[in-house]
């Protein structure tokens, strides 16, 4: 009979888990264990930021789930750094840690002030909320596996991003049965309104048909949807040029003949000139964030009919200071393929 630690390892193990970078430590000693047991190979380094930040990397170029563990306490927020680097930028990685016993954990009850009881115990999962997708902490009566995959879950759906979950040093070592197979991470499909999407791809490709200096923002959200082939399919098909965001160079070469190059603060002269001079934008994947669009997203490519692609309603609704020609609330891939289909029918 496995324990939770080691149910909780093969979960993540079964879920396509096929790297772990820790740090070992005294209150996730069952957890470092697990892991050894597994014979899924490990990276141990000297500091958790470092941890972290490879694990980001990871999951970045890889395109899967990536799995950090640590240790508690001071440890555990060392990774804070790396958290938020994958939250900024939508990468899936699964943050595991340590915690003092259950029983010597600060409790409602105690007198107020009470700064720690157990050994290396911090409220971690509590200061990671702001930057994860969810942040947890274990206690009794939770069922690891279905835990583990309600979390594996969340990480790669929608717009991916961290999630942290904490296992106390005595729920760690607890018997635990496992009982139902694991195959892979169950994936939500993000909410599309099939009218929505279709009125905004009739209304693009109308406005193509009339456009002389037509160009495409491909953002990082093209990167994680894997939607880069869809993307240079459509571009090809219209001829049309593709500019990049600092987190979506890889979207396509640079010696495509389509590339043209970054925008934003950090872009280059190329594609800046590009989008101040084109007539018709389709922007896709990205969140026209500050470093994007500049310090005035009012005057962002002003002159410019701009057809947005965003399925996060919360980062639309930030950009309403830029006039939008047509803004729609979908993935890349739904919005891709809708133009691809249509244009077909040309």
Same mark, same amino acid.
């Given at each position: 009979?496995?324990?939770?630690?080691?149910?909780?390892?093969?979960? *993540? %193990?079964?879920? @396509?888990?096929?790297?772990?970078?820790?740090?070992?430590? @005294?209150?996730?000693?069952?957890? =470092?264990?697990?892991?050894? &047991?597994?014979?899924?190979?490990?990276?141990i380094f000297h500091h958790e930021q470092a941890a972290a930040m490879a694990a980001d990397a990871y999951a970045k170029i890889t395109g899967k789930m990536a799995v950090c563990v640590s240790t508690s306490g001071p440890g555990a927020s060392n990774l804070l750094t790396g958290i938020?680097?994958?939250?900024?930028?939508?990468?899936?990685?699964?943050?595991?840690?340590?915690?003092?016993?259950?029983?010597?954990?600060? %409790?409602?009850?105690? %007198?107020?002030?009470?700064?720690?009881?157990?050994?290396?115990? &911090?409220?971690?999962?509590?200061?990671?909320?702001?930057?994860?997708?969810?942040?947890?902490?274990?206690?009794?009566? =939770?069922?690891?596996?279905?835990?583990?995959?309600?979390?594996? /879950?969340?990480?790669?759906?929608?717009?991916?991003?961290?999630?942290?979950?904490?296992?106390?040093?005595?729920?760690?070592?607890?018997?635990? #049965?496992?009982?139902?197979?694991?195959?892979?991470?169950?994936?939500?499909?993000?909410?599309?309104?099939?009218?929505?999407? !279709?009125?905004?791809?009739?209304?693009?490709?109308?406005? #193509?048909?009339? /456009? !002389?200096?037509?160009?495409?923002?491909? @953002?990082?959200?093209?990167?994680?949807?894997?939607?880069?082939?869809? *993307?240079?399919?459509?571009?090809? *098909?219209?001829?049309?040029?593709?500019?990049?965001?600092?987190?979506?160079?890889?979207?396509?070469?640079? =010696?495509?003949?389509?590339?043209?190059?970054?925008?934003?603060? %950090?872009?280059?002269?190329?594609?800046?000139?590009?989008?101040?001079?084109? =007539?018709?934008?389709?922007c896709i994947g990205t969140s026209l964030q500050q470093q994007t669009i500049g310090y005035d997203p009012d005057k962002f490519a002003e002159k410019t009919k701009k057809f947005v692609v965003d399925f996060e309603k919360s980062i639309s609704n930030k950009n309403l200071p830029i006039?939008?020609?047509?803004?729609?609330?979908?993935?890349?891939? !739904?919005? *891709?393929?809708?133009?691809?289909?249509?244009?077909?029918?040309?």
């Open positions: 009979m496995a324990n939770i630690s080691e149910s909780v390892i093969e979960t *993540l %193990r079964r879920l @396509g888990a096929d790297h772990f970078f820790l740090i070992v430590g @005294g209150n996730a000693m069952y957890i =470092d264990d697990a892991i050894r &047991l597994t014979g899924i190979p490990y990276t938020s680097g994958a939250f900024t930028d939508s990468s899936p990685v699964f943050f595991l840690a340590g915690q003092a016993k259950r029983t010597e954990m600060v %409790r409602e009850e105690m %007198r107020p002030g009470v700064r720690q009881f157990g050994t290396f115990e &911090l409220p971690n999962a509590k200061l990671f909320e702001p930057v994860t997708k969810a942040s947890i902490s274990m206690r009794g009566g =939770d069922d690891p596996v279905n835990l583990v995959k309600k979390l594996a /879950a969340l990480t790669v759906s929608g717009r991916p991003g961290p999630v942290f979950l904490e296992i106390p040093i005595d729920v760690q070592g607890e018997k635990y #049965l496992a009982n139902e197979e694991i195959e892979e991470i169950p994936q939500a499909a993000p909410d599309a309104d099939p009218i929505a999407i !279709t009125s905004f791809s009739q209304d693009f490709l109308l406005n #193509l048909s009339r /456009a !002389t200096r037509p160009l495409i923002l491909a @953002g990082h959200g093209v990167v994680v949807a894997k939607a880069g082939q869809l *993307l240079r399919e459509f571009s090809n *098909l219209f001829n049309i040029p593709i500019v990049t965001t600092q987190l979506a160079k890889d979207v396509l070469s640079y =010696d495509d003949p389509k590339f043209v190059g970054h925008v934003g603060l %950090r872009g280059d002269r190329a594609g800046n000139l590009a989008l101040y001079e084109s =007539d018709l934008l389709l006039k939008m020609e047509h803004l729609v609330d979908a993935d890349v891939v !739904t919005v *891709l393929n809708s133009l691809l289909e249509l244009a077909s029918k040309i």
